[in-house]
């Protein structure tokens, strides 16, 4: 989770190529399927359901934290966001939607129920 913060502050920097690198990389963390291993490959298997909800909810937890940090600052987490899916064209954009749509539903049902969340921890304790 600092990592991804101290990635995300990245975005205040002068130069576009430590910007366009933090993108990146926050991109690659929380949005890209992970590759299948060798192994996988040749026993031509996809992740369970189960083994997604996990990975989704993982990301989730990550992002909470994460956007906890820039609750009393001007956050470039939003321009992050928008900059990762204003760069892409055509089928990525269906596909980067559709991960968007996924942890966005996932971070409304924990927010509805935090219960569901391990690993998030509420920075204020009387507004959990």
């Known amino acids: 989770m600092d990592i991804s913060t101290r990635l995300i502050f990245r975005m205040l920097d002068q130069d576009d190529g430590v910007k366009d690198l933090a993108i990146k990389a926050i991109e690659e963390l929380w949005f890209q399927d992970h590759l299948p291993s060798p192994v996988q490959k040749s026993k031509a298997s996809t992740p369970s359901d189960a083994q997604n909800n996990k990975d989704i909810l993982g990301k989730v937890v990550v992002i909470m934290n994460v956007s906890a940090n820039f609750k009393d600052r001007q956050s470039p987490f939003e321009h992050m966001l928008h900059r990762i899916m204003a760069d892409k064209e055509g089928t990525e954009v269906a596909i980067l939607h559709a991960q968007y749509s996924e942890i ?25």
């Open 104 to 128: 966005c539903e996932a971070l409304i049902d924990g927010l509805v129920d935090a219960s569901d969340l391990p690993g998030f921890v509420c920075q204020h304790q009387l507004n959990c």
